[in-house]
């Protein structure tokens, strides 16, 4: 009967320690997470403390949904999306270009013009050079560039390039050559 008696004991202590150990366990956890997600660890901890185990649910109930982690990851994934937006494209092919290209280096679709007097990059929609002042009217620009155009010297195609020539696999000296009047006599 006491043998029965000191196991009882021994599993009674030992179902006390996992259930303390479980607790503050949880306590742990609570304070932990508390601190991820930005809330206050003293009274998230203080709810664990004072209600065992119904603590740590209730915290779970009103915690909130991302963790400070998540909140600011995605702040970064909204400032390189909009950084990314605000980076200039071609409209017709939609390559990355710089702000001073005057025509689409992949499509050759023209994208601004050049000032007359400076040769500075300008908009369509600009009346003025921003770089040196000068007033242009875009109507006059479209009714000249089909002028200049023809001015310019036209591309000529690449020559094509030619293959070097395939070495012989085998040597003519292991193989016989056959010609026209040896196929005749063989026949």
């Not at 909204?78 to 005057?102: D, F, G, K, M, N």
Request: aromatic share 6%.
């Amino acid at each position: 009967m006491v043998g029965l008696l000191f196991c009882l004991d021994v599993a009674r202590d030992i179902a006390i320690a996992a259930t303390v150990l479980v607790w503050v366990a949880s306590v742990a956890w609570v304070v932990r997470d508390a601190a991820d997600r930005g809330v206050n660890r003293l009274a998230a901890g203080g709810i664990a403390v004072v209600l065992p185990f119904v603590g740590a649910f209730l915290y779970v109930l009103v915690r909130p949904r991302t963790r400070l982690d998540d909140v600011h990851e995605r702040r970064l994934w909204l400032q390189l999306a909009t950084a990314s937006a605000r980076v200039p494209r071609c409209p017709s092919c939609s390559v990355t270009i710089e702000r001073e290209y005057v025509a689409c280096p992949h499509c050759a679709e023209v994208l601004r013009r050049r000032c007359n007097s400076c040769g500075a990059p300008n908009d369509f929609a600009w009346t003025a050079c921003p770089y040196c002042g000068t007033t242009e009217d875009a109507q006059e620009w479209a009714t000249k560039e089909p002028t200049r155009a023809a001015e310019v010297t036209p591309l000529k195609p690449a020559a094509p390039r030619r293959r070097a020539p395939a070495k012989a696999k085998t040597s003519s000296a292991t193989k016989p050559k056959t010609t026209a009047k040896s196929r005749e006599s063989a026949v």
